[in-house]
């Protein structure tokens, strides 16, 4: 399903000679279909399943029919205010959050600037600030980067929005989420960030991830943001694992 907020023929980075020659060298294959040209072309780039925000639930952004607060947030309401990722952890986008996480595809970074900068803008949010949610010392030697502060750099300055990388940090190792249900998922993070007291007074923060799948990681860094005296706390990531991918379809094709 193409992205609305997604307009192609702004999508594509205006490469310097330096990139176009190491191109013409070194031509990119789709990380997806593996068509010479593109690290990701437009053909899969229309097969992105872009969530539609009327059928989420308006705190965690999980799906909920008819877009009502799902029962999970009425029990037990989470630090964030809002919760919002811009399409599914399924298909072409799997593939290219992989691919940047796992296997240095920083350029597929690129692609999701304007989307993402467009999707924060129609979001009609108050930020003072935006930060990524900070990766252990052992993950960001062993991989190299946070791809969360990769990805939060350009939102930020496409938003004209300040970027507190210190505003945010994180005080305890913890095991990978991949595999973890959602009880050992939220016990595996908790209190594993730290909030910066001066910088984040009565402040409103947008905190930027890739992925989202139960929200665990997010509600701990918003729990470390109100505790450190932030009065709003938005959050946002480029992709979210739905509940049931046939049930998401189902919604988008409403």
């Not at 013409?24 to 990380?31: E, Q």
């Not at 989420?177 to 050992?184: P, R």
């Not at 990531?237 to 046939?246: D, F, K, V």
Request: hydrophobic share 40%; proline share 6%; net charge positive.
């Amino acid at each position: 399903m193409a992205n609305p907020l997604w307009p192609l023929p702004q999508l594509y980075k205006k490469p310097s000679m330096v990139w176009s020659a190491l191109d013409l060298l070194f031509p990119p294959f789709c990380c997806n279909c593996g068509v010479l040209g593109f690290e990701l072309c437009p053909d899969c780039i229309k097969k992105i399943v872009v969530l539609n925000q009327r059928n989420l639930c308006p705190i965690c952004g999980d799906i909920s029919i008819n877009g009502k607060i799902c029962s999970e947030c009425q029990i037990n309401k989470p630090y964030f205010d809002q919760l919002r990722s811009w399409g599914a952890y399924s298909g072409v986008l799997r593939e290219v959050i992989h691919k940047i996480k796992f296997n240095h595809g920083l350029g597929l970074i690129g692609y999701f600037t304007i989307p993402s900068v467009g999707f924060i803008k129609s979001w009609n949010i108050e930020i003072d600030y935006i930060v990524p949610v900070p990766l252990g010392k052992t993950r960001r030697h062993y991989r190299g980067y946070n791809q969360a502060a990769l990805i939060a750099r350009p939102i930020s300055r496409n938003l004209h929005i300040p970027y507190k990388l210190r505003a945010l940090s994180r005080v305890k190792e913890t095991s990978s989420q991949v595999g973890l249900n959602a009880k050992d998922r939220e016990q595996n993070v908790l209190n594993a960030f730290e909030g910066d007291l001066e910088i984040n007074q009565n402040k409103s923060v947008l905190v930027i991830d890739d992925i989202t799948t139960t929200g665990s990681t997010l509600n701990e860094c918003a729990k470390a943001l109100r505790n450190a005296g932030a009065k709003k706390v938005y959050c946002f990531t480029l992709a979210r694992t739905p509940i049931s991918i046939n049930l998401l379809e189902e919604l988008e094709a409403k």
